[in-house]
T-cell receptor, first 110, second 114 residues
Framework: KNQVEQSPQSLIILEGKNCTLQ??????????LRWYKQDTGRGPVSLTI?????NTKSNGRYTATLDADTKQSSLHITASQLSDSASYIC?????????FGAGTRLTVKP | GAVVSQHPSWVICKSGTSVKIECRSL??????MFWYRQFPKQSLMLMAT?????????EQGVEKDKFLINHASLTLSTLTVTSAHPEDSSFYIC??????????FGDGTRLSIL
């Protein structure tokens, strides 16, 4: 069983709408949690990184939250754009060990 | 920001041949480089971790004689898929980091074995 579970697996929204992606993890001990955006055929690009003491972190239209008690994180995308279509991957680190979620495939349609 | 370059970005070759993929850190010295494999609609799977000047550490189930890794300098690591077969077809991604800094990913190499 993967130690990082993401939901939904895929999501289709209309341009301009908001959406929220979820990440639940069991990785321990927790070091940090990152959200990456991976365009098709490209490598992942970091969006946010949060440590244990951080509850929220924003990067433009992307806002990540972290609840270390329930071991849950979310990535909220505001006013979606066509270029937001990509896979969003949650990565949780335990020391030097990184655990990858399977990602959420987001499609933004005009 | 830190840049990691992979080459080639896409390669097609016949079954039985060997393929070399390069990973370069362009603007920093990478003490550690990582190689991942990603199948369609799946997560990145770590294959091996390499530190400059030492042998790579392979994850369980990854054949070190099949996937040769050379980290000869602080800016270059290579992955050679030896005697490639169709089941080796995948998206291979490298990442690099300096010390305790975050990893930076390359743009991946699409490998197709006919």
């Amino acid at each position: 069983k993967n130690q990082v579970e993401q939901s939904p697996q895929s999501l289709i929204i209309l341009e301009g709408k908001n959406c929220t992606l979820q990440c639940n993890y069991t990785v321990s001990p927790f070091s940090n949690l990152r959200w990456y955006k991976q365009d098709t055929g490209r490598g992942p690009v970091s969006l946010t990184i949060m440590t244990f003491s951080e509850n929220t972190k924003s990067n433009g239209r992307y806002t990540a939250t972290l609840d270390a008690d329930t071991k849950q994180s979310s990535l909220h995308i505001t006013a979606s754009q066509l270029s937001d279509s990509a896979s969003y991957i949650c990565v949780v680190s335990a020391g030097n060990d990184m655990r990858f979620g399977a990602g959420t495939r987001l499609t933004v349609k005009p | 920001g830190a840049v990691v370059s992979q080459h080639p970005s896409w390669v097609i070759c016949k079954s039985g041949t060997s393929v070399k993929i390069e990973c370069r850190s362009l603007d920093f010295q990478a003490t550690t480089m990582f190689w991942y494999r990603q199948f369609p609609k799946q997560s990145l799977m770590l294959m091996a971790t390499s530190n400059e000047g030492s042998k790579a550490t392979y994850e369980q189930g990854v054949e070190k004689d099949k996937f040769l890794i050379n980290h000869a300098s602080l800016t270059l690591s290579t992955l050679t898929v030896t005697s490639a077969h169709p089941e080796d077809s995948s998206f291979y991604i490298c990442s690099a980091k300096k010390g305790g800094q975050p990893q930076h990913f390359g743009d991946g190499t699409r490998l197709s074995i006919l």
